[in-house]
């Protein structure tokens, strides 16, 4: 009999897996915007990693197996900012980039010590009331000027800097 329980793999596969292979994800910038659609604000969530530091994130997760990106999508949305966040999805799974993570760093601006990850990212709208949950302390709304300063993007690790730079290009804001 074939199990069908949706699930993902141990600790131990999971690191076996990524010592072989390329994981996939969906990353998220969530904004707030006005009635005209332009972005008001940008939320970071704040973290403190394994190590002790504070850093600012994006909404960010794997994909599991035979899950649908949207629904990964959702999923992450809904994990980092809580239930009533109310995330607008584009219709169309077009990512305003796709990120590659290296183990190695310098081979691209996105570095992950564990693993070589693939991420598709995209900038989605909340309209409602977001209270972080799981290892998020807090989600903070900063001004796209906010946003794009260097010391802001300094807090994020990773690369993440680069991937918030690259999605406030993309709705049109250029400093």
């Known amino acids: 009999m074939t199990d069908t329980t949706p699930g993902w793999l141990t600790s131990d596969e999971l690191e076996m897996a990524r010592a072989r ?5 969906v990353e998220a910038v969530p904004v707030r915007v006005d009635d ?3 972005v008001t604000s940008i939320g970071l969530l704040l973290r403190i990693g394994p190590d002790g530091t504070v850093s600012r994130n994006l909404v960010s997760g794997r994909v599991l197996h035979h899950e649908r990106v949207r629904d990964a ?3 992450h949305l809904e994990k980092d900012l809580g ?9 169309s799974l077009q990512p305003f980039t796709v990120a590659e993570y290296f183990p190695t760093v310098g081979v691209t601006p996105y570095h992950d010590p ?6 598709l990212a995209y900038v989605v709208p909340v309209t409602g009331d977001c209270r972080p949950r799981q290892d ?3 989600l903070v709304w900063f001004s796209p000027q906010e946003a794009a300063s260097e010391a802001l993007q300094s807090e994020m690790p990773g690369g993440h800097g680069a991937l918030l730079k690259q999605a406030l290009a993309h709705v049109g804001l250029v400093f």
């Open 114 to 119: 564990r693993q070589h990850a693939v991420s």
């Open 73 to 75: 999508l959702l999923r």
């Open 21 to 25: 292979m390329p994981i996939l994800y």
């Open 36 to 38: 005209s659609g332009e």
């Open 136 to 138: 998020a302390l807090d």
């Open 83 to 91: 239930p009533v966040a109310l995330p607008r999805v584009p219709a």
